[in-house]
């Protein structure tokens, strides 16, 4: 499972963090287009994902594994096919369907498969994997990238191949699969974790988190760019992250696990934020990148495990899958709307305050987190 991880994180983050330069740069399509694009794919991503998260409920997760990663092996590399705006929303609505299978039910899956009392340290487990992975992928890309598209198309077709391959190999045989405590029908499976007034109240505040991540895997790379940096530097940087990520992101969840995952989070946003901020107000295009990826690590390493922790600890017996699509829903409308938002704001005001109005919605929410997160760990 987390080979499967390892794989897919390298084979998708190696061509995903600059195909925003491609579509802008070499495709010619103007960076608003390209945002509402990526929202697109994220919006389908989203509204999918509770409904495969409930079905694999039902049906278990290993078939819907496999069909979504050979769905991706297709789709993924299909970008070079891209030319006009038409094109690049069919492959976003295409692309985002396959992955509201993986995310959900893969993040079920794991779930499935730790000790209660244990995830949010498998969590983290995994997530110091994918960020290893982040490293070995996105570092080497930004050199191809310089030189031609086509290589990584096509690793990143092999990569998801090799990851089907891995899911058929390694689940075999009965896999633990958590009962509901009552029947209900597909449906209402679909939508439970909406009618949890304790789960949308966690969503409606912790949504910055993957905007943030949004900002760093699809704004940075532009913002960067506009700035006078090229795409081998732009990877070199954000390889930096990863490599704290991974460092330090399962002692930290080792450590803090016994407190539960609700209760840093309030810090972890107020880290994000900071972060932000220094994207925008940090002189010299280089530093600025550098500094504001760097403090942007000290967060992650909390909120990585700590939020899909606290989904899990808020979904009743049967429903996780259903939760975590639910939270895929979350997660993908914030990820996806960041380039389309920080477009929007960019255009008329200047790139900084795009980071800063990021940056002033992420303390809001850190306060939030704060002051309720007793309330969080009583309901959970």
């Given at each position: 499972m987390v080979a499967a991880s390892f794989i897919a994180v390298a084979a998708r983050m190696s061509l995903v963090q600059f195909l925003g330069i491609y579509f802008v740069h070499r495709a010619g399509i103007d960076v608003t287009t390209v945002g509402l694009a990526f929202l697109c794919e994220n919006v389908a991503r989203g509204l999918a994902a509770p409904l495969f998260g409930a079905l694999s409920d039902r049906l278990g997760r290993r078939a819907l594994l496999i069909a979504a990663s050979l769905v991706?092996?297709?789709?993924?590399?299909?970008?070079?096919l891209v030319h006009d705006p038409v094109a690049l929303f069919a492959w976003s609505l295409a692309l985002g369907t396959a992955g509201a299978i993986n995310i959900p039910v893969s993040s079920a899956l794991l779930l499935d498969l730790a000790p209660p009392e244990r995830r949010q340290s498998v969590l983290a487990l995994n997530y110091t994997t994918m960020s290893i992975a982040y490293t070995l992928g996105v570092v080497p890309a930004g050199y191809i990238a310089e030189r031609g598209y086509g290589i990584l198309a096509?690793?990143?077709?092999?990569?998801?191949?090799?990851?089907?391959?891995?899911?058929?190999?390694?689940?075999?045989?009965?896999?633990?699969?958590?009962?509901a405590a009552a029947a209900a029908g597909l449906l209402r499976d679909t939508l439970t974790a909406f009618a949890d007034r304790r789960f949308a109240l966690f969503a409606a505040i912790a949504f910055v988190f993957p905007l943030s991540m949004g900002m760093l895997v699809t704004v940075t790379p532009l913002y960067a760019t506009a700035r006078g940096l090229g795409e081998s530097t732009i990877g070199v940087v954000l390889g930096a992250n990863s490599i704290l990520v991974a460092s330090l992101a399962l002692p930290v969840a080792t450590r803090i696990e016994a407190q539960g995952p609700f209760r840093l989070l309030g810090a972890a946003a107020a880290i994000i934020a900071l972060a932000l901020a220094c994207f925008a107000l940090i002189p010299g295009a280089a530093a600025g990148l550098l500094v504001g990826t760097v403090v942007y690590s000290f967060?992650?390493?909390?909120?990585?495990?700590?939020?899909?922790?606290?989904?899990?600890?808020?979904?009743?017996?049967?429903?996780?899958?259903?939760?975590q699509g639910a939270w895929t829903l979350v997660a993908s409308l914030s990820l996806g709307s960041a380039l389309a938002l920080s477009g929007a704001i960019s255009k008329p005001l200047g790139w900084p305050s795009a980071w800063l109005a990021c940056a002033a919605l992420t303390l809001v929410a850190a306060v939030a987190l704060h002051f309720l997160r007793p309330r969080f760990a009583s309901l959970a």
């Open positions: 991706t092996a297709v789709v993924l590399p299909a970008f070079v096509a690793a990143s077709a092999a990569g998801y191949v090799l990851v089907a391959a891995l899911y058929f190999a390694a689940l075999r045989g009965p896999l633990p699969l958590e009962k967060g992650e390493v909390l909120f990585s495990s700590a939020v899909p922790a606290g989904v899990a600890r808020l979904a009743p017996a049967g429903r996780r899958g259903a939760y």
